[in-house]
């Protein structure tokens, strides 16, 4: 009875000791796929954040005019400018997350109308500016 159960501990051990010793090598194809996918995010500075869009017209006075005055205003925060025919959109700041946005948004709701919060890709730059 002894014996076997020596015997059995032995064989345990080494189908344990015979697993360390797996050793795994990725298919050449999902290693290519995945070096090109690391170069490509080494290269992209952009990452999805969010913005406050302050203005949408199609009026390109109106935008400067507000842009002005906002960059007079607050001039901590980033503000940009993006052409969709036909609408102009304003937009402050850079945030990685939706709630760190809202909190502007609710500060500048007081005094701009209809202010909301977008989804856009931002500079990592302008990520570090906003902290």
């Given at each position: 009875?002894?014996?076997?159960?020596?015997?059995?501990?032995?064989?345990?051990?080494?189908?344990?000791?015979?697993?360390?010793?797996?050793?795994?090598s990725?298919?050449?194809?999902v290693?290519?796929?995945?070096?090109?996918?690391?170069?490509?995010?080494?290269?992209?500075?952009?990452?999805?954040?969010?913005?406050?869009?302050?203005?949408a017209?199609?009026?390109?006075?109106?935008?400067?005019?507000?842009?002005?005055?906002?960059?007079?205003?607050?001039?901590?925060?980033?503000?940009?400018?993006?052409?969709?025919?036909?609408?102009?959109?304003?937009?402050?700041?850079?945030?990685?997350?939706?709630?760190?946005?809202?909190?502007?948004?609710?500060?500048?709701?007081?005094?701009?109308?209809?202010?909301?919060?977008?989804?856009?890709?931002?500079?990592?730059?302008?990520?570090?500016?906003?902290?």
């Amino acid at each position: 009875m002894r014996a076997l159960l020596v015997l059995t501990l032995l064989t345990a051990a080494s189908a344990v000791s015979a697993q360390r010793m797996v050793a795994v090598s990725p298919d050449e194809d999902v290693s290519r796929v995945l070096n090109l996918f690391s170069d490509i995010n080494e290269r992209e500075s952009k990452v999805e954040g969010w913005r406050v869009q302050l203005l949408a017209t199609t009026d390109r006075q109106q935008l400067e005019t507000t842009e002005r005055k906002f960059r007079a205003d607050y001039p901590s925060v980033t503000v940009d400018w993006v052409h969709n025919k036909p609408y102009y959109k304003l937009r402050a700041g850079a945030f990685f997350t939706r709630q760190e946005a809202e909190r502007l948004r609710q500060n500048l709701s007081q005094e701009y109308e209809g202010v909301y919060l977008v989804k856009d890709q931002v500079e990592e730059s302008e990520l570090l500016k906003m902290y």
